[in-house]
């Protein structure tokens, strides 16, 4: 039974990563990395203007990774949550659930069923 709990709350906290947009934050993360080493790689560039353009990324950077770990935080409290009401209605524990979550057939299995989606999305 711990199954059907630990599933839910894996599909909300991937919905949650969806709708907050956590992926498209992460790519522009990485943009911004790609972007600062381009003006690293620049002979063209001054040091100061470089410096001026490498400040602004880590910035940038710093901003991106506050977000990113606010939105992650969303999103994981939201399955945790999932897994709480199940517990409050007596459907499941919140131990089991943990456990079941933690296995390597749930772990090979929501990463599989993620990258799938993934795929699917980037086609569509």
Known sequence: ME?????????????????????????SAIETSRGATAVVRDASLSDEHKERRLREASVSLLGVFVSLLLRGSAA???????????ELFGWSTLAESSRWL???PAILGFTAVAVFASTLRRRG
């Open 76 to 86: 994981l409290a939201l399955a945790t949550g999932v897994l709480i009401g199940f």
């Open 102 to 104: 933690m296995s390597w």
């Open 3 to 27: 199954q059907v709990p630990a599933i839910v709350a894996a599909i909300a906290f991937l919905a949650a990563l969806d709708r907050l947009g956590v992926v498209r934050e992460a790519r």
